[in-house]
């Protein structure tokens, strides 16, 4: 008697070409900017200027132009595999961690958004800017070293878990500035 | 963002320290510049002004104590990836600023030996100077040259008077080392 077929064959993804380039830039180092963005804000195209400008305008992108940090690129989460495989790859936890140097004055910014639960995290390295899909938590801290010479300086760990790595857009020009919020950007 | 905002905190310090004694005064970075009489060339300290001109800020004695700095010298460092760099900057600069401070003063006003002289000097020296442009500016004295004939030939060559024996002039070696953004310099005076 033959069975209907009941499990798909194979479950594997579509992957996609390899890309590859013997002379490629490579992209450099350091979390040199950072975003909040609320999670109701979807980007159509993250390199978009205009996108960023529209959120930033409405309060809800925050943009923190200048720091300094690292991502970790994620502690892989593995789960119990079925059949011959032993486990497989379900998720990773992400940390991100950075510093911005405009201390006094942002105190209560980073008391509120530690409370928040509401906001997906973008940062930006030396050409590329990555948005993750979720919403993080943001731990803040401001500690002081014995060292007359250090900098008091915000240092923030951004948390979040997600299936997939961050992927990586070009960086919208003229977003990562200093400016106010006055609803303009010049 | 220039070293004599730094040198005129430190004398601003300098006149709180001595404030006691009436008659002081203290001026910023002046240079060494040649004056001719006849075929006499005498070289001696002053400041130079915006308007071009010089100020002498050297030995006089209508005052009790005068102090003028000098820059003898300046050095830049780079220290790559420092945590105080941000956004895409690759570092920090820092100017290592070699300096003197000459110190005239009448003894029989300021009844103080020169060693004693040169540790409220030490005291006017304080770090944590808030300065605009200078992420830090730390001010380390090195040496203090206390012989006031030795310092008086080399700063007013060719002068046609003599230091007498109750006035002292010393000179203070000092270094200042500022770190600083270079994106964040104030050029306003350009």
Redesign the interface.
């Known amino acids: 008697m033959a069975y209907d077929v009941y499990y798909p064959g194979g479950c594997a993804s579509i992957i996609p070409d390899h890309y590859c380039n013997d002379c490629e830039q490579p992209e450099k180092g350091r979390i040199s900017s950072a975003a909040f963005i609320k999670d109701s804000f979807e980007f159509n195209d993250p390199s978009d200027p205009n996108e960023w400008i529209t959120g930033i305008q409405n309060k809800e992108i925050i943009i923190i132009p200048k720091t300094n940090g690292s991502f970790d690129g994620g502690s892989e989460v593995e789960s119990t595999g079925y059949g011959r495989v032993a486990t497989y790859l379900s998720g990773y936890n992400f940390q991100a961690i950075f510093n911005d140097p405009n201390y006094k004055l942002n105190a209560d910014f980073y008391n509120a958004i530690k409370n928040s639960r509401g906001y997906r995290f973008a940062y930006v390295t030396e050409t590329l800017v990555h948005v993750t899909t979720v919403p993080v938590s943001v731990v803040p801290k401001n500690p002081v070293q014995d060292d007359v010479t250090s900098d008091v300086v915000w240092n923030i760990t951004v948390k979040w878990s997600d299936k997939n790595l961050p992927i990586p857009y070009d960086v919208p020009p003229g977003i990562f500035e200093c400016f106010d919020y006055t609803g303009t950007i010049s | 963002m220039k070293i004599n905002d730094v040198t005129l905190s430190i004398n601003e310090n300098l006149k709180d320290v001595f404030s006691k004694y009436p008659g002081i005064v203290f001026h910023g970075i002046a240079e060494t510049v040649l004056k001719k009489q006849g075929t006499v060339e005498m070289y001696m300290p002053a400041l130079f002004l915006d308007s071009g001109d010089y100020q002498y800020v050297g030995i006089d004695n209508t005052f009790t104590m005068i102090g003028y700095h000098k820059l003898n010298r300046l050095s830049t460092s780079f220290q790559l990836n420092s945590?105080?760099?941000?956004?895409?900057k690759e570092g920090i600069y820092t100017n290592n600023y070699s300096l003197s401070l000459f110190l005239y003063y009448d003894r029989k006003k300021i009844k103080l030996f020169p060693d004693e002289v040169y540790l409220k000097i030490i005291s006017a020296l304080q770090?944590?100077m808030k300065i605009k442009g200078f992420?830090?500016v730390?001010a380390r004295i090195n040496e203090v040259i206390l012989n006031s004939q030795q310092v008086f030939q080399k700063e007013y060559k060719g002068v046609d008077f003599k230091l007498p024996v109750e006035k002292s002039i010393l000179e203070i070696g000092y270094t200042v080392e500022g770190?600083f953004d270079k994106d964040c310099l104030d050029n306003c005076r350009c």
Not at chain 2, 83 to 88: A, D, L, T
């Open positions: 945590v105080k760099s941000y956004g895409r770090n944590g992420n830090s730390i770190t």
